[in-house]
């Protein structure tokens, strides 16, 4: 069985098998070019992916660039190891803003706008939200598209101007510590809690595949989540299960939650 076969056998059954064939591809090129051939953007499941993958290949290094040092999406270069030159990740970055005077925007906002357009989630990198409205992180090829069509955000009229990539800003994300208690350490408890919602609509959330937990789309609502883990909900950004406390004299789970807002 060759090392394409092992790999999208052991992707086949889950909701990976389309990225993982993607990838595979990028590093069989780079074999038989003994060059390299970068990714589009890939959350942090998708560079777990990527990093499977090479380690089938041994002629095979990675390399990952999202514009700035702690991005969180990035692209990754799968890079024969002949190869002696640089890798161009082709990555680029606008700054927008807004009068902030008179409008407020989001991340949601932002990226609603931006895949408005027409455009894949995967051309787009980091959004980092600051200042008089953001900066984004987008594939060098769809810059200038961006900066000629996005006109607004919501209602909010925006200006657009080319940004170095040495001047984007560190990532500051607000977070919201919740303290509570659950009866389980279902994901559709722990989830509900972080996102202010009821159990019985988060569960139905997960069953239209809105939520993953570490970046993959959550099998079911009754599987259990542990200390450390990210659950995402799609429109409504993502918790992280911080730490569980224990369990108090009724019985119950004391947790501490983050939500990245």
Not at 129 to 149: L, P
Not at 172 to 189: C, F, H, Q
Request: aromatic share 6%.
């Amino acid at each position: 069985m060759s090392e394409r076969e092992k790999i999208l056998r052991y992707y086949r059954d889950g909701n990976d098998a389309e990225i993982a064939a993607r990838l595979t591809d990028l590093a069989e090129n780079s074999v038989r070019s003994r060059k390299y051939r970068v990714s589009e953007f890939l959350d942090p499941n998708g560079y777990s992916i990527a990093e499977t993958i090479a380690a089938h290949y041994d002629r095979i290094s990675i390399e990952a660039d999202g514009g700035f040092a702690g991005a969180e999406r990035v692209k990754v270069a799968f890079i024969e190891e002949d190869f002696m030159g640089s890798v161009e990740f082709g990555i680029a970055a606008l700054e927008i803003t807004v009068d902030v005077r008179y409008y407020q925007i989001s991340h949601r906002d932002v990226l609603g706008a931006v895949l408005g357009l027409g455009l894949k989630r995967e051309l787009i990198g980091d959004i980092i939200m600051g200042g008089r409205g953001c900066q984004i992180v987008c594939e060098t090829a769809m810059a200038e598209f961006i900066s000629n069509n996005l006109t607004t955000i919501g209602a909010a009229a925006v200006e657009i101007q080319p940004l170095a990539l040495n001047e984007l800003a560190s990532r500051e994300e607000r977070v919201k510590e919740i303290r509570n208690t659950a009866a389980s350490l279902r994901l559709d408890v722990i989830a509900a809690m972080g996102f202010g919602t009821s159990r019985s609509k988060m569960a139905s959330e997960i069953t239209a595949d809105k939520v993953k937990l570490n970046w993959k789309v959550a099998k079911s609502a009754s599987q259990s989540v542990k200390a450390g883990d990210i659950i995402s909900m799609r429109g409504r950004g993502r918790v992280e299960l911080t730490e569980v406390l224990g369990q108090t004299k009724k019985g119950r789970i004391s947790v501490l939650l983050k939500r990245f807002i």
